[in-house]
């Protein structure tokens, strides 16, 4: 599927201060995309993400959502930018003194004109799309860390996001909770036509919903590849590539 | 040959024909009893012309990582000097450990430099730190004085829930420490000075004594001082533990300010409850005050509280009032500050929190020096 891009890299190097971890990324994910960013641990994937929802900013380089920047937007721009994104975070990031519902609620109060029944029933609707329905008012260190995961993807799917960031979804799911929470990412991708970009290094979850990737090496400091994960994995030119795809086996 | 001493394992060094040195390892082996030292190997490889080690381990008994220890360095040893280390003679668990220890070359880097720059160069990074530090609270102080802003317009988001949860904890549950502290700070008053006033036979001007000083300066700096260890270190942990768990990050994501969502409401709750909880702070102060009057001076509780009333003028309540609500502020924005600056470590959580404490109390102490000359200068 050739969409147009919806978020463009050009040019982009990241740094710690001095300590550069990668440099010269140029790589666009269009409009429908399961785009996966991989690398080894270490390498800057989830510093990555963090630039690309504005969390850390470029040392070089800019972002653009679109045909605008991003990196260069105004402040107040930004934000506008920022509502048309969802994010689930490694560890869920919930808030832990919300009830799940709340959670949810929290972003439909402050950026619709919905009244206090209508988001109720907004919010219960999007927990019960993750499969949590009936767990409204729990707590999030109540339920386990799978279910706080889809808790997460119910908040970051809130305000109906054009495009959805996934840092390191699987981490710490047992492996038939992971499954279904690719089986969810291809899903959403399909219904709600988002584009789903994901920081994982995670093979099967890369191979069974990748449909475009990005290649970290942490040895070069850069991309060293791109393209659908199946066909690095058999014909990239990079023997680094083809390791990691193939857990270390030539 | 001299063993290489060790309490129980040994390592002896004997020649063989062809510049072999067989290195014969006895006895059993435990980090217990300390790692022997291969300082004998050096000196052996040193002095005399050696091209290969080999082991002997017929009379190995038991070994943990102290035997690994000694043979990784004696292959360290023997690279440095070009000469062949020879396996062979090593039980094959021991052969598979020291290959592992070896595969992976040291990283070039990778092993931090023990920082022993030049005196004058730390103190210059110390001067960058303490300017980035000193900017990064200004930055902060001017978000807050912009929130502020906005919410004094209406236009802060935050929830009210949130708010009112707050100044039950940082108000209604601090009652029962703060009653206790300044109900002892004024008992402790009354005695030090029934101590001088005794000695002229004026006991009744404990009440003065207390009454002013309670209400002036002391009800408001020792609220604030119970403030800042307490809801002062509180935010900061609460800022702190959210920035690791990436709360803040996902609040800052959904373009939800965390200065209005997370900041606003704690320094709006101390701001609000400070002036209360120091009138609340004075009025037991002075209970305490009457208590040493009545049970200890003779006085008659009508009699104490009557003079208290006159010594006790409507501007020395306004005044301690006000002081009162900057301390509030102050601590509230220091816990902010300290937490918002966290690092994503539960240690830095802890420091955050500590570094509260320490800032709130400091900001309490200078600002109440302020006051004192201040008000002293406008004949207050």
Redesign the interface.
């Known amino acids: 599927m050739e969409g147009r891009a919806a978020i463009t890299v050009r040019d982009l190097t990241m740094a710690y201060g001095d300590f550069v971890l990668q440099r010269d990324l140029n790589f666009s994910i269009r409009t429908g995309d399961i785009f996966v960013i991989m690398g080894g641990s270490g390498c800057g994937k989830s510093t990555l993400l963090?630039h690309l929802?504005?969390?850390n900013e470029p040392f070089e380089g800019e972002i653009l959502y679109g045909e605008e920047s991003f990196t260069r937007a105004a402040p107040a721009r930004?934000?506008?930018m920022?509502?048309r994104?969802g994010?689930l975070?490694?560890?869920g990031?919930?808030?832990?003194?919300m009830t799940l519902a709340e959670n949810v609620a929290?972003?439909l109060g402050?950026f619709t004109d919905l009244g206090a029944d209508e988001i109720r029933e907004v919010a219960a609707l999007k927990l019960a799309l993750v499969g949590l329905a009936g767990f409204e008012d729990y707590y999030p260190p109540d339920i386990s860390g799978g279910m706080q995961k889809r808790a997460g993807l119910a908040?970051a799917m809130a305000l109906d996001p054009d495009i959805l960031f996934f840092d390191e979804p699987s981490a710490g799911l047992d492996p038939i909770s992971a499954r279904l929470l690719d089986d969810l990412i291809i899903e959403l991708r399909d219904s709600l036509g988002a584009t789903i970009v994901i920081v994982t290094h995670e093979l099967a979850s890369i191979f069974a919903i990748g449909t475009n990737s990005v290649f970290l090496d942490s040895e070069s400091r850069t991309m060293i590849d791109m393209g659908v994960p199946t066909e690095l994995r058999d014909h990239s030119e990079h023997e680094r590539v083809r390791r990691f795809l193939r857990r270390g086996e030539l | 040959m001299p063993p290489v001493a060790s309490s129980n394992g040994e390592a002896t060094l004997a020649h063989e024909g062809g510049g072999t040195l067989v290195v014969r390892l006895s006895g059993s082996w435990s980090l217990a009893g300390g790692i022997p030292s291969t300082g004998e190997l050096e000196r052996e490889l040193a002095g005399t012309v050696v091209s290969r080690i080999a082991f002997d381990t017929g009379g190995l008994g038991e070994w943990d990582t102290s035997i690994l220890a000694f043979l990784t360095s004696a292959s360290r040893l023997a690279r440095e000097r070009h000469v062949t280390i020879d396996p062979a003679g090593l039980p094959q668990g021991l052969r598979r450990l020291l290959a592992l220890a070896e595969a992976v070359p040291e990283k070039d880097g990778a092993r931090s430099t023990v920082s022993d720059d030049p005196f004058i160069d730390r103190i210059g990074e110390l001067v960058i730190e303490t300017h980035q530090l000193f900017r990064s609270d200004l930055h902060f102080l001017g978000q807050l004085a912009l929130t502020l802003g906005r919410f004094l317009r209406g236009r802060a988001r935050f929830r009210g829930s949130d708010l009112a949860l707050l100044v039950q904890q940082s108000g209604f549950e601090a009652l029962p420490i703060v009653t206790l502290v300044t109900f002892l700070l004024g008992l402790i008053l009354a005695f030090v000075g029934a101590i001088q006033l005794q000695t002229f036979g004026a006991t009744i001007y404990v009440a003065d004594l207390v009454g002013v000083a309670m209400v002036r300066d002391m009800g408001a700096l020792i609220t604030g001082i119970i403030m800042a260890g307490r809801s002062g270190a509180a935010f900061a942990a609460q800022l702190g533990s959210m920035k690791v768990t990436q709360e803040i990050d996902a609040l800052e994501t959904m373009s939800i300010s965390s200065m209005e969502f997370l900041v606003l409401p704690r320094v709006v709750a101390l701001c609000l409850m400070m002036p209360l909880l120091t009138l609340y702070g004075d009025a037991m102060g002075i209970l305490g005050g009457a208590f040493v009057g009545v049970t200890m001076l003779d006085l008659s509780p009508v009699e104490y509280l009557l003079q208290t009333a006159d010594a006790v003028g409507f501007s020395h309540v306004v005044g301690g009032v006000f002081k009162g609500s900057v301390y509030g502020v102050l601590v509230a924005t220091a816990g902010c500050l300290r937490g918002v600056q966290s690092g994503k470590s539960s240690s830095s959580v802890g420091d955050a929190a500590t570094s509260a404490v320490v800032t709130g109390i400091v900001a309490i102490i200078v600002a109440c020096g302020v006051f004192a000359f201040v008000f002293y200068a406008l004949g207050l």
Do not use: D
């Not at chain 1, 990031?93 to 003194?97: C, K, R």
């Open positions: 963090r929802i504005g969390l930004r934000m506008e920022l509502r994104i994010v975070y490694q560890s990031a919930l808030w832990s003194s929290l972003p402050e908040r």
